[in-house]
Every structure is written in C-alpha cells, then in structure tokens.
C-alpha cells in the first residue's frame, strides 16, 4: 500500500532558512546605510532651513546671534556662546522664535531690538529644528572667517575640531561623518 503523504522534508525546510538567514545577514547592512542616507539628506535640509532663518535675522536684525554688546562682534567666543544662549533647542532659549531673549543676552538696546526683530523666524519649535535626524543639537560655530551650522552626524558625536568636519565634507571620505554647512563668511576672521 502506497502512502499519500505529501509536503517538505525537514532538509528542504533548513535548506529554506539558511538562504533566508543568508539574504537578511546581506540585505540587513544595506538597510542600514539608506536608513543613515536618508536621515544624512534631511538633516542637510533642516541646515539649509536653519541657515534661511538665520540670513533672515541677520537681514532684519543687522548681524548674527551673538552673545554681548556690538564690540564683540569679532570675537568667536561671542557667536560660540550663542550656540546654547541664543540658539536652544526649546522655545525660551531660542532668538528664532523667541524674541524677548535677545534684549539681555545680546546687548542691543532694547527700543532698538523690539523694533528690527520681525520673526518668528521659524514656524515649528526649536526642539524639531535645532537637532539632527539623529537627536543631537546643531552647533552654530564661529571659525576662520565663516560662521556654521554643524551637526554630529551618524555616530551622533561631533568631532573634536569643526576644521575635520569640513575637510570630511569636502573629500567624502575618511570616518568622519559630521555635516557642516557654510551660513555667512565675514571679511576679517573671527579672534
């Protein structure tokens, strides 16, 4: 008497799982590297947003968040203290939505300031704009004679100097995985 048995043998079954576990261990890493090109291209696109918002208040304003009074506007220590006074990624620490920080922190008269300042320069809060794709805080640096807007990339730590950001920018290759992009560039450097 002959059985009628059908369905997979139990080596036709491993022979299925092994060439699926082989796809996902190859297809796994390439997710992944789209994954952070994706988050890298909009993060790209929130610096350009940012970099609009703030060539905007530098327009209305007449010069670039920077913490003290007008005389210090050569000091890169002054636009560096911006980043995390003027520049917060919460509604009360942020010139671009906020403009009753400016008064104290940025040494303008304030009749002055009140009357130039024509934002909100941002529509959304500071805590979407202000941080990468990865949830990290843009830097806002002063070095050289180029203000910048700078994000820690993939590996979500910046590197130690913004000078190995931009040179990683410019050659794509290397480890370093920062994003920087240029806002203004000034005619003397910053002290």
């Given amino acids: ?23 996902a ?6 997710i992944g590297s789209i994954t952070d090109q994706g988050r890298a ?19 209305d304003v007449g010069r670039f968040p920077f913490c003290g009074p007008a005389a210090c506007s050569s000091y890169a220590l002054a636009y560096n203290s911006a980043d995390s006074d003027l520049l917060g990624d919460n ?9 009753y920080i400016g008064n104290d922190a940025t040494g303008f008269n304030i009749k002055n300031y009140n009357r130039r300042w024509k934002g909100p320069y941002m529509d959304s809060d500071p805590s979407d704009f202000m941080l990468d794709s990865w949830g990290i805080k843009i ?36 480890d370093v995985d920062d994003i920087a992009i240029s806002i203004a560039r000034v005619r003397k450097a910053f002290n």
Avoid: C
């Avoid at 261990?25 to 390439?30: C, E, H, I, T, Y």
């Avoid at 909009?42 to 208040?57: H, N």
């Avoid at 180029?146 to 910046?158: Q, V």
């Fill in 91 to 99: 509604m009360e620490q942020n010139i671009l939505v906020n403009e």
């Fill in 1 to 23: 008497m002959k059985s009628n048995r059908s369905g997979f043998t139990l080596m036709e079954i491993m022979v299925v799982i092994i060439v699926i576990a082989v796809l």
């Fill in 139 to 174: 830097a806002y640096k002063a070095q050289g004679n180029n203000l910048y807007l700078w994000s820690a990339g993939a590996d979500m730590a910046h590197v130690s100097d913004l000078e190995d950001a931009l040179n990683a920018e410019a050659t794509e290759g290397g």
């Fill in 25 to 30: 261990s190859v297809a796994g890493p390439m």
């Fill in 41 to 59: 291209s909009a993060t790209k696109s929130k610096l350009s947003g940012l970099k609009s918002a703030l060539l905007t208040y530098n327009s």
